[in-house]
């Protein structure tokens, strides 16, 4: 059901790559709810991924763009607000990749070259972008800016590796910026903490099904869906939560507040 929640708003999504992507499902929600929107991801997930499709489906601009390159957010922002016939409403950043965590690096011999090339795409990122939109003033009065996260930000999951680092980099930024964007922009800007999801880059860490069902089973509503994950954001993309910023918001049946579920203890 939809509440028009996004009417004559405007977005740039982040990170569509296949159908079982968040990002795509997010993209799909805010234009259910009334938004007109932008698609980008970089060059290489354009080749391999079918954001293309979506884009014809959605009537959405795909274009691409490096997060990590400045000239390419800034043609993206640029081309967005041209296509979108004026100021951004809303962003969703929804961008992580790790080479060690690919290439089944221990997290106790990684490789540095690749973990700076890791915080650079899935934080450092972040900052770039909001950078580029704040210097570009192309945000709207009580906006949104929005990054996926995960728990491993605050707590050890020793098989997520150094994209538990990257995601506490992602988090800190959104506070650090928020401030800024709040007082000069009347801008928001959250992380939000999903659940395990099963993803196509999710789904690629070791031992993700382990603490996919561990999280289902220790989350007394159990873990939250990419859909219920894309109804979430549509509603802090919307007017409905203009007061809400700087937070890193959990998305996940329960999880991050649980000590012990017996039933956990019960099934070990």
């Given at each position: 059901?939809?509440?028009?929640?996004?009417?004559?708003?405007?977005g740039?999504?982040?990170?569509a790559?296949?159908?079982?992507?968040?990002?795509?499902?997010?993209?799909?929600?805010?234009?259910?709810?009334?938004?007109?929107?932008?698609l980008?991801?970089?060059?290489?997930?354009?080749?391999?991924?079918?954001?293309?499709?979506?884009?014809?489906?959605?009537?959405?601009?795909?274009?691409?763009?490096?997060?990590?390159?400045?000239?390419?957010?800034?043609?993206?922002?640029?081309?967005?607000?041209?296509?979108?016939?004026?100021?951004?409403?809303f962003?969703?950043?929804?961008?992580?990749?790790?080479?060690?965590?690919?290439?089944?690096?221990?997290?106790?011999?990684?490789?540095?070259?690749?973990?700076?090339?890791?915080?650079?795409?899935?934080?450092?990122?972040?900052h770039?972008?909001?950078q580029?939109?704040?210097n570009?003033?192309?945000?709207?009065?009580?906006g949104?800016?929005?990054?996926?996260?995960?728990?491993?930000?605050?707590?050890v999951?020793?098989d997520?590796?150094?994209?538990?680092e990257?995601?506490?980099?992602?988090?800190?930024?959104?506070?650090s910026?928020?401030?800024h964007f709040g007082v000069?922009?009347k801008?928001?800007?959250?992380?939000?903490?999903?659940?395990?999801?099963?993803?196509t880059?999710?789904?690629?860490?070791?031992g993700?099904?382990?603490?996919?069902?561990?999280?289902?089973?220790m989350?007394?509503?159990?873990n939250?869906?990419?859909?219920?994950?894309?109804?979430?954001?549509?509603?802090?993309?919307s007017?409905?939560?203009?007061?809400?910023?700087?937070?890193?918001?959990?998305?996940?049946?329960?999880?991050?507040?649980?000590?012990?579920?017996?039933?956990?203890?019960?099934?070990?």
């Amino acid at each position: 059901m939809a509440y028009n929640l996004l009417k004559g708003k405007r977005g740039i999504i982040f990170g569509a790559l296949d159908e079982q992507s968040i990002a795509w499902k997010v993209a799909e929600k805010c234009v259910e709810e009334g938004a007109t929107i932008t698609l980008t991801n970089a060059p290489v997930a354009l080749r391999f991924g079918e954001i293309q499709k979506l884009g014809e489906k959605l009537n959405a601009k795909v274009i691409p763009a490096d997060a990590t390159k400045m000239e390419d957010l800034e043609q993206l922002i640029d081309q967005s607000m041209e296509a979108l016939g004026g100021k951004i409403d809303f962003v969703l950043h929804s961008i992580g990749m790790s080479i060690n965590v690919r290439k089944k690096r221990e997290y106790t011999n990684l490789n540095h070259d690749w973990m700076q090339k890791t915080l650079d795409i899935s934080a450092i990122s972040f900052h770039k972008l909001m950078q580029t939109l704040y210097n570009k003033d192309a945000m709207n009065e009580w906006g949104s800016i929005l990054a996926l996260s995960y728990i491993a930000a605050q707590r050890v999951f020793p098989d997520y590796s150094e994209m538990a680092e990257a995601k506490a980099l992602l988090e800190s930024f959104g506070r650090s910026f928020g401030y800024h964007f709040g007082v000069k922009k009347k801008v928001r800007v959250n992380t939000l903490s999903q659940s395990p999801t099963w993803t196509t880059a999710g789904s690629g860490v070791k031992g993700f099904k382990d603490f996919f069902d561990y999280a289902e089973e220790m989350s007394p509503l159990g873990n939250a869906t990419a859909d219920e994950c894309a109804d979430y954001c549509a509603m802090l993309f919307s007017d409905m939560s203009r007061k809400v910023t700087m937070q890193n918001l959990f998305h996940d049946g329960g999880y991050s507040a649980m000590g012990i579920n017996p039933s956990v203890m019960e099934n070990g």
